[in-house]
């Protein structure tokens, strides 16, 4: 698999695949609205600070603001059709049952996938006014679960699919809003390049918005592990962590001055600076989360065999390169565009077996004709 490359008619095709199955969950009004259909393409972001951890879970709230990079190349196409995809009577005369069918690279979803999706078009409905059911299909250059981002790219193009489809004209602001409801991340995928989530503290206050960036030139090469379904969903990880992790609450705190000397950093054009807080934030979490107990460990030992080579290139080579992690056992390397390249020979050379990729900053979540 080639992490960033995209075959665009494979993709189209994905895109333009519709199932005949889907299944029945639950009874919504019937809007008599006419079928809509819109497509958006959303790239997944990586996280700079972290965000690990919820005071809201049902309106995904934070407990900590974060900072992230939008990447090229680890992208989610998604369309949405609002119509009668599948429309059973139901057991009361005259009623009907509305059922989405959800669609993710060519294999039709059911159970907790489809769920999820439509528990957020429910929210999409609501707002809207209608009572339609959704055909969604989505194709994806990023590994589903691995640590990846996968949900911030899925959502962002899911949110923006489905508002416009639905009929709804929603500020940058506000679609940032709306994805965050799928997924913590996918507000920030929202707008490219360096973006700042705002933890806040309800519906309202907690939204993403892009980060000047200056002059900087960033680039992420990502080091491919494992493209295999992490064992622990980021949604359980977080809450054992935060329930049982005596290293948790020191960590969100070290989190705001984090972010404080991140802004600075990047408003004075130092990434080595950028780079050693990204390093040292990635790392206090994954500590935290070893913590919990039971512990969340993600790593393998290609894992640290990765780690290790970020440094000794720094220390040997004399490249700006730093290290970060999501929850997963896969590497992602901050460094500065110029010298891409160059660390993803040294990482190549260091790392045979493993898949390394370069990603310069990405645009945010764009429709598509």
């Known amino acids: 698999m080639k992490i960033g490359v995209t075959d665009m008619a494979k993709t189209r095709e994905l895109q333009e695949q519709e199932s005949e199955r889907s299944v029945s969950h639950r009874q919504l009004p019937v809007s008599q609205a006419a079928s809509k259909k819109a497509t958006a393409v959303a790239n997944a972001n990586i996280a700079l600070i972290k965000y690990w951890g919820k005071a809201d879970e049902r309106l995904i709230i934070p407990r900590a603001s974060s900072l992230s990079l939008t990447l090229e190349g680890l992208s989610t196409w998604t369309t949405v059709e609002f119509g009668r995809p599948g429309t059973q009577p139901d057991d009361q005369p005259g009623g009907q049952t509305i059922t989405d069918c959800l669609t993710i690279d060519g294999k039709v979803q059911l159970g907790s996938s489809l769920t999820r999706v439509s528990k957020f078009l429910d929210i999409v409905r609501q707002k809207a006014g209608i009572g339609l059911p959704a055909r969604v299909t989505s194709a994806n250059t990023v590994p589903f679960g691995a640590g990846l981002a996968s949900s911030a790219s899925a959502f962002a193009a899911l949110a923006a699919a489905a508002s416009k489809a639905a009929g709804l004209d929603l500020t940058p602001r506000e679609l940032s809003r709306l994805a965050r409801r799928g997924s913590g991340s996918a507000c920030r995928s929202i707008f490219g390049g360096l973006v700042k989530w705002n933890a806040g503290h309800d519906d309202e ?10 002059d900087m030139d960033l680039a992420i090469i990502v ?32 989190c705001g001055k984090d972010l404080d000397d991140a802004l600075s950093a990047i408003a004075s054009g130092d990434v080595q600076h ?8 990635a790392l206090g979490m994954h500590a935290a989360m070893m913590a919990s107990r039971p512990s969340v460990f993600y790593w393998l030992p290609q894992t640290v065999a990765a780690l290790n080579s970020v440094a000794a290139i720094r220390r040997d ?3 700006g390169a730093w290290s970060t992690m999501d929850a997963g056992p896969n590497v992602k390397v901050l460094t500065v565009g110029r010298d891409a390249e160059r660390v993803a020979d040294e990482l190549r050379n260091r790392l045979p077996g493993c898949e390394i990729a370069v990603h310069r900053p990405g645009a945010g979540v764009r429709f598509m004709r």
Do not use: F, H
């Open 274 to 281: 950028l780079g050693e807080i990204t390093e040292a934030n």
């Open 317 to 319: 080579a004399g490249l």
């Open 205 to 214: 206050s907690s939204y993403a918005e892009p980060v000047d960036s200056g």
């Open 223 to 254: 080091v491919l592990i494992s493209s295999a379904k992490k064992p622990i969903s980021s949604r359980e990880a977080m809450r054992r962590t935060i329930a049982t992790s005596p290293l948790y609450d020191a960590w969100i705190d070290s």
